[in-house]
């Protein structure tokens, strides 16, 4: 005997299992929550224009366990030579925040990957603090460092005036003058006799030059006298400033030793 099958018999259980499929696929792709949004403003200490190659860097960092190193949750690099306050928007895992967590904002100024303003305090966000929003306030890593702009290496400068005494005029070939040069931070160039020979370190306003031991220099018919005061006065050089287009040479307490200025080779 011959048993007939109902195509509708034979559709429900297929119907069935496609319906079940479609149900699992889309407990699948549910979409998940949107990350939380902490926001915010930067600014720093002081009028000075940052160059153009000055970055932002704030990260969100989770700061619960005082006994443990902070954890980044996210962080984000933004131009920071534009006008203050400097606005940003991170983008923080909702997985990674707990109700009772503390997370705070950090931010740093870089330029050519060296820290100039940090911030100094505890800027609670996410967590126990329910915070989103942070303006941050951030401060010189040292009172001396300043960014360098413009920039003073690779820059001939001749003397102009020594321990506030106008240089007498003179030709170019025997104007003292030195210049930084950025590649191995040498310093080179002459007291208008001696050839000048060593190294130095710049960072923001802080300079030094011309350390350690004292070479013996040759006797020359020029002033003698004013090449040693030049040799004294970069080598008790601790900062420098600008006076308009000329470079200022100051000791440990601002006092000027030297002013120069840019002037080409003869």
């Known amino acids: 005997m011959k048993i007939s099958t109902s195509p509708h018999l034979t559709r429900r259980p297929l119907l069935g299992a496609l319906a079940a499929s479609l149900l699992l696929t889309a407990c699948a792709t549910a979409p998940s929550e949107p990350p939380l949004a902490v926001t915010g403003t930067a600014r720093f200490e002081g009028q000075v224009a940052l160059p153009p190659n000055a970055v932002l860097e704030v990260s969100v960092a989770d700061v619960s366990r005082a006994d443990a190193r902070a954890t980044t949750l996210a962080q984000v690099k933004l131009p920071a030579s534009g006008p203050q306050p400097l606005r940003f928007a991170l983008p923080v895992d909702r997985k990674l925040v707990q109700e009772r967590g503390s997370y705070s904002v950090r931010a740093e100024i870089l330029v050519d990957g060296k ?48 321990d506030g005494q106008p240089l007498p005029p003179q030709d170019a070939a025997s104007t003292p003058y030195f210049v930084l040069n950025a590649d191995g931070n040498r310093v080179t160039g002459s007291g208008g006799c001696n050839a000048l020979v060593g190294t130095y370190t710049l960072n923001g306003q802080a300079l030094q030059m011309l350390r350690g031991p004292r070479r013996e220099l040759q006797v020359c018919a020029n002033d003698m006298e004013r090449e040693r005061a030049f040799m004294f006065a970069l080598a008790t050089t601790e900062q420098w400033a600008m006076q308009g287009s000329r470079l200022r040479l100051l000791d440990r307490l601002g006092a000027q030793v030297a002013l120069l200025e840019a002037r080409p080779g003869p």
């Open 115 to 162: 820290a100039l303003y940090v911030t100094d305090s505890a800027y609670l966000v996410l967590g126990h603090s329910g915070n989103t929003q942070a303006d941050v306030l951030l401060r010189p890593v040292d009172t001396r460092a300043q960014p360098a702009s413009p920039r003073i290496e690779n820059v001939r400068w001749a003397l102009v005036s020594l």
